[in-house]
């Protein structure tokens, strides 16, 4: 099976979607009153992923614009987060013990979002 966004019913009847490859969660978003805002926000991803820069926040580094966020957890683990224009984030990822895993993540989006279906499951 090939990437998709999968776009599903959240709590308190609001709208929230996921990054997936097969069965597996790569990233996912927060919740949103409407699911055009969903869909708004994936739409935001596909086009302006390929092109964002990565900023390793874990070592200092910052950025402004659309952007990849790797960010350390308390635990010592990585995150990636996805930070619009405004600042306001997107889309997580899990927490991995290697940062590899995180720049892996980073890499599926801008390489496979674009092109992916999005799919509506709410």
Do not use: C
């Not at 935001?44 to 957890?73: C, H, M, Q, W």
Request: without cysteine; positive net charge; proline residues 2%.
């Amino acid at each position: 099976m090939a990437h998709k966004f999968k776009i599903t019913a959240a709590a308190n009847e609001q709208f929230k979607f996921a990054f997936v490859y097969n069965a597996e969660t790569i990233f996912w978003s927060e919740n949103y009153k409407q699911k055009a805002s969903a869909k708004s926000a994936v739409e935001s991803l596909k086009k302006n992923a390929p092109d964002a820069a990565t900023v390793d926040v874990s070592k200092g580094e910052g950025g402004k614009g659309y952007r990849f966020e790797i960010v350390a957890s308390k635990d010592g683990q990585h995150f990636v987060r996805f930070v619009a224009s405004n600042g306001e984030p997107l889309v997580r990822t899990e927490t991995y013990k290697q940062k590899s895993s995180a720049t892996n993540a980073i890499a599926s989006l801008k390489k496979n979002g674009p092109g992916a279906d999005v799919v509506d499951e709410a």
